[in-house]
């Protein structure tokens, strides 16, 4: 939120968080319906749309895209523990790795559910706490609200706020794979609120609000910038060692999804490509390490932005597939086949029509000298095109 506002300006960024709101509680209520539905997860899902083969390639793209995540929300606790304590950055990304590990080698349904239900209400009132404490420290004025776009937009600052949410559909994946555990009788609460409009309205708009004001109202020098380190160092320069705490419980909340559904996707990628099934704490070791050797890895965030632009890319295109898919199923009703001996290797419609628009977004994403209006629409046109390449090869085949 903080980094949006930055951007494009506050008042067009939270309008931009508005309309993000929507559209991710909407779709994210289709997606968890069918997954509590069908009880399926994103690799046995996307057998039924590009076929084995493809489906390998989905899973390890999630995969690749919620270590990505892990590194990221990773470097926020080391950034707020040395801030506060000091000491050698690398040592603090190894205390971050290590102390993750145990909590996501029990699962979900018997722990991280658990953890992240004990964990809310102090996560609420320490957002609480840091605003106020703000305020009393540093004033309480409106001006956050009046912050300016940095430089001239080549389009309104709403779409650019929404294009750049739609850099985090991954979390479309995530619903997938958590809800397909939901029980039948809450599909209707999972649908509009675990996973739909009331989650993400406190996602987006209480925590983007509450990142502007701090980056915006708590003097940072310029080294912390407005990004989510930089109001994690405001955070922790506001309010000390309680700031450490509560940036812990924030992103101790996500990072143990993050570390969970990496884990389980690489299980399920290298036993669909190599046969080869090893228990998934083996796994979470093993994707614990990869994390903490991109944490460490000189220049990793100019490379990390560059890798997730590009995997946002695979995944904006495969949540458009997958709602043509599940409106598909929902209109035939047909059900759907996932099982290995009952799908092909490869299913040309899907995988045509992902390979197809993902290379368009690429293009428009990293070819020189186009224009930056294109570039920034560049997850828009891929769903859309993705969406009716998809919908083109369902109508061919059926006729």
């Known amino acids: ?176 794979d958590f809800a397909r555990l939901g029980k039948r ?41 407005f990004g989510e380190a930089g109001a994690a160092v405001a955070i922790v320069k506001l309010m000390g060692v309680l700031g450490v705490v509560l940036i812990l419980i924030t992103q101790t909340r996500i990072n143990s999804a993050n570390l969970y559904l990496a884990s389980s996707n690489l299980e399920a990628f290298v036993a669909r490509v190599t046969g080869l099934r090893v228990n998934r704490g083996v796994w979470v070791v093993v994707a614990a390490t990869i994390c903490y050797v991109l944490m460490v890895w000189g220049q990793v965030l100019t490379y990390l932005l560059k890798a997730l632009a590009y995997q946002g890319v695979f995944v904006t295109a495969w949540v458009a597939i997958a709602l043509v898919h599940i409106f598909r199923m929902r209109r035939t009703g047909r059900p759907i086949e996932f099982r290995p001996l009952r799908v092909p290797a490869v299913n040309p419609g899907g995988l045509l029509a992902w390979v197809i628009s993902v290379g368009v977004g690429i293009y428009l994403i990293s070819a020189d000298g186009l224009d930056p209006r294109l570039v920034i629409l560049a997850p828009i046109i891929t769903v859309l095109l993705a969406a009716s390449l998809y919908l083109a090869s369902l109508h061919s085949a059926s006729e």
């Open 185 to 225: 009788e809450d599909k209707k609460f999972n649908g509009w609120v675990t996973f739909g409009p009331v989650f993400y309205l406190g996602t987006f708009l209480f925590s983007g609000l509450v990142g502007i004001y701090l980056a915006n109202t708590v003097p940072l020098d310029k080294a912390s910038g």
């Open 1 to 176: 939120g903080a980094a949006v506002a930055a951007a494009v300006g506050t008042k067009q960024a939270l309008i931009g968080i508005v309309l993000t709101i929507v559209v991710y509680g909407l779709v994210n209520k289709v997606i968890s319906d069918a997954a509590t539905e069908y009880g399926l997860t994103v690799a046995l899902f996307s057998r039924s749309m590009f076929g084995r083969v493809g489906a390998s390639l989905a899973t390890l793209i999630f995969a690749a895209t919620a270590i990505y995540y892990f590194v990221f929300e990773g470097s926020i606790i080391g950034v707020a523990l040395q801030s506060q304590f000091g000491g050698n950055l690398k040592i603090w990304y190894l205390v971050v790795c290590l102390y993750s590990i145990p909590l996501v080698l029990r699962g979900v349904a018997r722990w991280l559910d658990k953890l992240n239900g004990f964990l809310l209400p102090f996560y609420l009132v320490g957002m609480v706490t840091a605003v106020v404490w703000a305020a009393v420290k540093y004033g309480h004025g409106t001006e956050f609200l009046n912050v300016a776009p940095a430089v001239p937009l080549p389009l309104p600052g709403w779409l650019m706020a929404f294009c750049s949410y739609m850099g985090v559909w991954v979390l479309m994946m995530y619903t997938m």
